[in-house]
């Protein structure tokens, strides 16, 4: 068995209604100024007002800062980071999806660490101080990003995506209740980014046996729960399953590496603002093809997870192609736009492909895609 590291340091509270204890929780830690992070959707549909609620019963007091933007710029979390110090806060409180989640951890390190954030990503950048106390409650089942160790941030002048590792939630508390208000549409959208980190999770180069366990566990509670959940989303079982199962996939992926959709997807979300889930699936059913001959025993390891009938004698393509089949099967049923319906012209492929190879995920398949077969699984996913 080859040499692996296994990063599992998060605490959880999981369970429906265990959102309403993150005062008493804050408490235990320590805290007494605490500076709740969330976007104005979240805030208009009052998911945070009875934890504010939970943490001023607790006796501390609370400032807020909720003008998380999606794929959230370093500028904004320079300006949260101002707001907690103005508050005297010592705590961070995320409510929200991963935009949330990764500007309340890029303000965790600014209330520890001088500005800007953005020195602390350089390979030569300066040393840094653990960041504050910080407890991320998901409203999405999805990015995982309350148990991983990374924020995933955007430059303000090159627009690329970039990560600043080494950044932990102090807790998790997943509360599948809070993902009852979830539209169909994104529940869809972020039960595919789950999907897509236990896959990669288990065909990464990087693979190893902790990440293929939780990644295949994963991808089965994924494949039976996200049609309930898009179909009917006050199925609190399926809800409850999905936030499990995105969350696991959160330790799979923090445990190895997402790798070519991802690349793609952030290259996508950069250039034209697409949701997460839906563009790193653009290229889902073409990527599992591509690597399928390359790993075929964790292809075929992804197939059997999905259900599918794998064998001794199945090969990595065919696996490959039974799971592209798959995975159009469910966007059919979850709904998934296509390059097309994104309004993404064939002409732009070959800058999308090459952004895509400069994206930090983009080593870690395990197959090297160059630029020209990049924009040859894009033309393909143009077709559908």
Known sequence: MKEFNINFTVPVLFGVGTSLKTGEQLKMLGATRA????????????????????????????SIFDNVKADPPFSTIEEGAAVGRKAGADSVIAIGGGSSMDTAKGISILLKNPSPLKQYTAPNGPARKPGSILITIPTTSGTGSEVTQVAVLTDDETHKKGGIAGVRATLAIVDPALTKGMPPVITADTGLDALIHAIESVTSVVANPMSEIVGERAISIIVENLPRAVKDGNDIEARSQMAFAAMIAGFGFDNSMTHLPHSVGHTLGSMYHLPHGNACGIILPEAMEFIAETVPDAVKKVAGAMGLKVTDSTSGKEAGAMISKAVLDLYAVIGQKTLKQNNIAESDFPAIAEMATTDVTYPFCPRKASKEEIITMLQSAYKR
């Open 35 to 62: 500076l709740f992070v969330f976007d104005q959707g979240i805030k208009k549909a009052g998911i945070p007002d009875p934890i504010i609620k939970s943490v001023k019963d607790a006796g501390l007091e609370v």
